[in-house]
């Protein structure tokens, strides 16, 4: 970048900055982009491939999972990065589409680029997108049904659609009936689900179906002393955030001794106030004492006396499970314990699991806090099954909020592109060839669906198109006999959420990138990382993976 003045070349970048412009900056961002989606394609539906990531300390995970997928490959090129942020986004608002959403990105700037070819501005297609992307959420309102919180049928569909594809298929009816189970106990009074409330514990060993619901928290944690109760029914719970142990003073302070009675009576007062300690909390009358601090071994000995069953070091955010699943109230000081602020539990028994102890407090009467156990044969089983179990939880979650579904199998899709099409006509212009796009886009989903289940992706959307043409508005595709069916007498529902958000968030990408005209990447310094190393095969040898 060099101006011409007297003779004299002015440098405004600094040495060996790169700088692409125009045309070949777009090309290189809309290849980058596409190479991701490329990349999770065929991870799209129920008979989707897995990928398996290895990374550079040799650890394996197989996954179906989009945005595990993109967060495990290490991405350099920036527009890419872009992707894997819509991957990210889709996940922490829905907690499901998240390949959708790259899938469609990925689609849009395709044929964002052969209207770049035709001359026309990126302006314009953005204004086409957005204009598309806004049609498309009000088309989606309208095709949406209506789901309660005691439509059990239709939420245990909807994690099973969530589940599906993803290494699950055998166990996932039960599963699906754990995922539902659970998002109901934890619903808040204002209808709120907070997926926080439910802790998954991944245990290898047994199979997939020993998977089990705890109403109420496994703490990863064994009992304290031998001595203690291994079983206690009728739980009366104290919760307490302090250590019980003799607080060391602030300040320095020295004692002098001058005979060994002295000592001893030094270190019976010691005795004496662990004993006071033990007695408080025994007087309460409870029979279970969780710890998130430490306690004294001589404390110890007097618990197991008092016949409590104690965990200590229990972590914080157990500890807030616990007061919800109990409805005890965590105390900050062993004086101010009354029994009040205890929480019931019909059972706490410790119980091993695989080669572990673990706590199991159950039969809470109400609990707003409750626990999944999942077993699977060998660690990367057990690792999918949590990530399914988790979109089954998020997208259940979202479904009991929204309280709206839309078919999946790529209805919704079809419909889109039908409906968009026929709006397009009605805004003419330019825009009218991005709108026209952006309908073709859509149909991206319905034929990665058929790719991946081995399926003609041509004869497949025509047969689709031709059912919304004459009124059926859910009709997908039947992965198994590739014939376009009503999708939700087969029981393929999802929440509308998840849709809304994709195309939102893939359009919003799209357009971003499309705008860019000019990439300034500055010079590393020594040692750093490369500026953007030409792209192909600047990430990891995916140049070749374009269809």
Same mark, same amino acid.
């Given at each position: 970048?060099?101006?011409?003045?007297?003779?004299?070349?002015?440098?405004?970048?600094?040495?060996?900055?790169?700088?692409?412009?125009?045309?070949?900056?777009?090309?290189?961002?809309?290849?980058?982009?596409?190479?991701?989606?490329?990349?999770?394609?065929?991870?799209?539906?129920?008979?989707?491939?897995?990928?398996?990531?290895?990374?550079?300390?040799?650890?394996?995970?197989?996954?179906?999972?989009?945005?595990?997928?993109?967060?495990?490959?290490?991405?350099?090129?920036?527009?890419?990065?872009?992707?894997?942020?819509?991957?990210?986004?889709?996940?922490?608002?829905?907690?499901?589409?998240?390949?959708?959403?790259?899938?469609?990105?990925?689609?849009?700037?395709?044929?964002?680029?052969?209207?770049?070819?035709?001359?026309?501005?990126?302006?314009?297609?953005?204004?086409?997108?957005?204009?598309?992307?806004?049609?498309?959420?009000?088309?989606?309102?309208?095709?949406?049904?209506?789901?309660?919180?005691?439509?059990?049928?239709?939420?245990?569909?909807?994690?099973?659609?969530?589940?599906?594809? &993803?290494?699950?298929?055998? %166990? *996932?009816?039960? $599963?699906?009936?754990? #995922? +539902? !189970?659970?998002? @109901?106990?934890? =619903? /808040?009074?204002?209808?709120?689900?907070?997926?926080?409330?439910?802790?998954?514990?991944?245990?290898?060993?047994?199979?997939?179906?020993?998977?089990?619901?705890?109403?109420?928290?496994?703490?990863?944690?064994?009992?304290?002393?031998?001595?203690?109760? &291994?079983?206690?029914?009728? %739980? *009366?719970?104290? $919760?307490?955030?302090? #250590? +019980? !142990?003799?607080? @060391?003073?602030? =300040? /320095?302070?020295?004692?002098?001794?001058?005979?060994?009675?002295?000592?001893?009576?030094?270190?019976?007062?010691?005795?004496?106030?662990?004993?006071?300690?033990?007695?408080?909390?025994?007087?309460?009358?409870?029979?279970?004492?969780?710890?998130?601090?430490?306690?004294?071994?001589? %404390?110890?000995?007097? $618990?197991?006396?008092?016949?409590?069953?104690?965990?200590?070091?229990?972590?914080?955010?157990?500890?807030?499970?616990?007061?919800?699943?109990?409805?005890?109230?965590?105390?900050?000081?062993?004086?101010?314990?009354?029994?009040?602020?205890?929480?019931?539990?019909?059972?706490?028994?410790?119980?091993?699991?695989?080669?572990?102890?673990?706590?199991?407090?159950?039969?809470?009467?109400?609990?707003?806090?409750?626990?999944?156990?999942?077993?699977?044969?060998?660690?990367?089983?057990?690792?999918?099954?949590?990530?399914?179990?988790?979109?089954?939880?998020?997208?259940?979650?979202?479904?009991?909020?929204?309280?709206?579904?839309?078919?999946?199998?790529?209805?919704?899709?079809?419909?889109?592109?039908?409906?968009?099409?026929?709006?397009?006509?009605?805004?003419?212009?330019?825009?009218?060839?991005?709108?026209?796009?952006?309908?073709?886009?859509?149909?991206?989903?319905?034929?990665?669906?058929?790719?991946?289940?081995?399926?003609?992706?041509?004869?497949?959307?025509?047969?689709?198109?031709?059912?919304?043409?004459?009124?059926?508005?859910?009709?997908?595709?039947?992965?198994?006999?590739?014939?376009?069916?009503?999708?939700?007498?087969?029981?393929?529902?999802?929440?509308?959420?998840?849709?809304?958000?994709?195309?939102?968030?893939?359009?919003?990408?799209?357009?971003?990138?499309?705008?860019?005209?000019?990439?300034?990447?500055?010079?590393?310094?020594?040692?750093?990382?490369?500026?953007?190393?030409?792209?192909?095969?600047?990430?990891?040898?995916?140049?070749?993976?374009?269809?």
């Amino acid at each position: 970048m060099a101006g011409q003045f007297s003779g004299t070349p002015i440098y405004i970048l600094r040495e060996g900055s790169q700088r692409t412009a125009g045309r070949e900056a777009q090309r290189s961002n809309i290849m980058a982009a596409k190479a991701v989606a490329g990349s999770v394609r065929t991870t799209l539906g129920p008979k989707g491939m897995d990928k398996m990531l290895v990374d550079t300390m040799g650890d394996v995970v197989i996954t179906n999972d989009g945005v595990t997928i993109l967060k495990e490959m290490d991405i350099e090129h920036p527009a890419a990065k872009m992707m894997v942020e819509i991957a990210k986004t889709q996940d922490s608002e829905v907690g499901d589409g998240t390949t959708t959403a790259v899938v469609l990105a990925g689609e849009l700037l395709k044929q964002a680029e052969e209207l770049l070819e035709q001359e026309i501005h990126p302006t314009v297609i953005a204004a086409g997108y957005r204009a598309a992307a806004d049609k498309s959420l009000e088309i989606l309102k309208g095709l949406a049904i209506k789901v309660s919180v005691k439509d059990d049928d239709l939420l245990r569909k909807i994690a099973i659609t969530a589940m599906t594809g &993803k290494g699950s298929q055998s %166990a *996932r009816d039960d $599963l699906a009936v754990i #995922a +539902v !189970e659970a998002i @109901k106990a934890v =619903v /808040d009074e204002d209808g709120s689900v907070d997926t926080d409330n439910i802790t998954v514990e991944k245990k290898v060993g047994g199979s997939i179906s020993d998977s089990q619901l705890i109403g109420g928290v496994v703490i990863d944690k064994d009992r304290l002393h031998p001595n203690m109760p &291994k079983k206690v029914t009728g %739980a *009366r719970i104290a $919760l307490l955030n302090a #250590a +019980v !142990e003799i607080e @060391k003073t602030e =300040v /320095d302070a020295k004692i002098q001794i001058t005979s060994p009675d002295q000592l001893q009576a030094f270190l019976d007062q010691e005795e004496t106030m662990l004993r006071d300690m033990v007695d408080k909390i025994a007087a309460t009358g409870a029979n279970v004492l969780f710890v998130q601090k430490g306690i004294d071994d001589l %404390a110890q000995h007097y $618990l197991a006396k008092a016949g409590i069953y104690t965990v200590r070091r229990v972590k914080k955010s157990d500890m807030e499970k616990l007061a919800r699943a109990t409805g005890a109230r965590v105390v900050t000081s062993i004086h101010e314990i009354t029994k009040d602020d205890l929480g019931k539990a019909g059972l706490v028994e410790e119980r091993k699991v695989s080669d572990e102890k673990m706590t199991f407090v159950e039969e809470c009467i109400n609990p707003k806090s409750v626990s999944i156990i999942l077993r699977g044969g060998t660690e990367h089983v057990v690792d999918e099954l949590d990530r399914a179990m988790e979109d089954a939880l998020r997208v259940v979650g979202v479904a009991v909020e929204d309280k709206l579904l839309v078919a999946g199998g790529g209805a919704p899709e079809v419909e889109l592109a039908l409906r968009l099409r026929s709006y397009a006509s009605t805004v003419g212009g330019r825009e009218q060839l991005a709108i026209e796009s952006f309908a073709d886009a859509m149909e991206i989903i319905p034929k990665t669906l058929a790719e991946n289940a081995g399926l003609d992706q041509i004869d497949t959307l025509v047969a689709l198109r031709s059912q919304h043409e004459k009124g059926v508005k859910t009709a997908g595709l039947d992965m198994d006999t590739g014939k376009p069916v009503d999708m939700l007498s087969l029981g393929v529902v999802e929440p509308l959420r998840v849709k809304t958000q994709a195309i939102n968030s893939a359009a919003e990408a799209a357009v971003m990138i499309l705008r860019i005209d000019d990439v300034i990447a500055s010079k590393s310094g020594p040692g750093g990382a490369p500026g953007m190393g030409g792209m192909p095969g600047g990430m990891g040898g995916m140049g070749g993976m374009e269809e």
